[in-house]
């Protein structure tokens, strides 16, 4: 099993080097580690001066390094995938060109970034991968991707538990809804287990972590915090904030004395905000961080080697979603950190629970012991949005 890294922050604030510098402190441990990059706008190669290409190539004895390429990998790797969901599509009377299969779901195709690093992850050569991503915004698009699109698949198309009984003629019969046909309900099965295998191994925070790379600004220090509550949100877990590009107490420059100001002020509060979660502070250097002797150098003073355990490790974690039986009813506790309680709405309808946080949506779905409960109330304290649920017309299920 690999231990993953995630990276992800707002645009040009160091989610390459960072990244970069781990997986090389990493691969100095004697770990085989991959470096791989799930940004469309690569610049792996630019940062560690040398070609890097959608196909892993080592780096050094215990570093390898690649920039996936969804389109590659979807023809490549995933061929059945692809048969599977054309096959999915027709069957819907969805009739989308070659070229346009996947703007039925906007940045799909960043799910087979996911689905390599899945399938790189299972073929159990790394002890370590590390992952540089795109900006916040695109990240959490695809790290919402694979429980989005099983959530429609088992919405459209019943499959897993129930799929053996569909697609027996006799249980049919005594279903009241139109069932997909068995060839279109078979490729919504293949698809369904892909995401299964990558959801597994991404929300499972005895071995995958997100890190979030920020700096001491305003507007990045919200966005850090927006991010991180939305993380939650989608059950991530993040066991790492890296403030970077700190500028040093310059006594005799009025200029950089006063930003010196302006960013300790934000570090105070980054480091108030994200207490309990490990923060690490990295400082401005006069020259542009680039390729491997200078990210050497960086690794030297920042990420030393008897504290490199301690680094990849999985730090804090615990459970972002629990069930515990209140009165008649359930409480649902699921971590938002950060969230604005007049933001956040909740919804029950049926399996499922919508929540509204902000600008993003989850929908968890529920245990069949709730199907058709009530929202009776919610309480959002202390990060924690706590939702009561009451049995709904037909009482819980058993
Ligand atoms: N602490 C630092 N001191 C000096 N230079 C830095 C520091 N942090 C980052 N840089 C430089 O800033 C540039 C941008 O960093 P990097 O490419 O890692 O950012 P990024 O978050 O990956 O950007 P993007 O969002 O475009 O992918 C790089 O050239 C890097 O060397
Ligand atoms: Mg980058």
């Known amino acids: 099993m690999s231990r993953i890294i995630i990276f992800t922050g707002k645009g040009g604030v160091g989610k390459t080097m960072i ?101 790189i992850e299972e073929s159990g050569v790394y002890d370590r991968i590390i992952v540089d991503c795109a900006p916040t915004g695109e990240t959490l698009s695809m790290l919402k991707l694979p429980e989005l699109l099983s959530w429609y698949l088992e919405k459209f198309f019943p499959v897993g538990r129930v799929a053996f009984r569909i697609l027996n003629p006799v249980t049919k019969t005594f ?40 700096t001491p600004e305003k507007m990045v220090v919200e966005e850090t915090k927006r991010s991180f509550m939305y993380l939650n949100l989608y059950h991530y877990h993040v066991d790492g904030i890296y403030i970077n590009r700190i500028i040093p107490e310059l006594e005799d420059n009025e200029f950089f004395l006063k930003w010196y100001k302006i960013q300790q002020d934000y570090i105070a509060e980054l480091e108030h905000v994200f207490a309990g979660i490990p923060t690490m502070k990295l400082r401005w250097y006069p020259n542009e961080v680039k390729g491997i002797n200078a990210l050497d ?36 506790s699921v971590g938002i950190p950060f ?5 956040i709405d909740v919804k029950c309808h049926d399996m499922d629970l919508t929540i509204q946080a902000g ?40």
Not at 359 to 378: E, H
């Open 175 to 214: 279903l009241k809804v139109e069932m997909p046909d068995k060839d279109a309900m078979y490729d919504a099965e293949k698809i369904y287990v892909e995401l299964t295998k990558v959801q597994d191994l991404l929300k499972d925070d005895s071995r995958t972590t997100v890190r979030l790379v920020c």
């Open 19 to 119: 990244s970069s510098a781990h997986a090389l402190s990493s691969a100095s441990e004697g770990k085989k580690t991959l470096l791989v990059s799930t940004d469309m706008a690569h610049n792996l190669g630019d940062f560690l001066e040398m070609k890097i290409g959608s196909d892993i190539i080592h780096v050094n004895e215990y570093l390898d390094a690649a920039e996936l390429d969804p389109d590659k990998i979807m023809r490549e790797d995933f061929p059945d995938f692809m048969r599977a969901w054309q096959g999915m599509l027709s069957s819907s009377g969805v009739k989308p060109s070659e070229q346009d299969q996947f703007t039925v779901i906007p940045g799909m195709e960043s799910l087979f970034s996911l689905m390599k690093i899945t399938q």
């Open 297 to 332: 150098q960086f690794c030297d003073e920042n990420l030393k080697k008897e504290e490199l355990p301690e680094i990849f490790s999985v730090r804090g974690g615990g459970q972002n979603e629990s069930y515990t039986r209140c009165g008649d009813g359930y409480c649902l």
């Open 339 to 343: 969230a604005d309680s007049d933001s």
């Open 359 to 398: 600008t993003q949506v989850r929908v968890i779905p529920l245990p069949y012991t709730l199907k058709g409960c009530i929202v009776k109330s919610t309480e959002y304290e202390d990060g924690k949005l706590k939702i009561m649920l009451a049995a709904g017309k037909e009482g819980f299920r058993i």
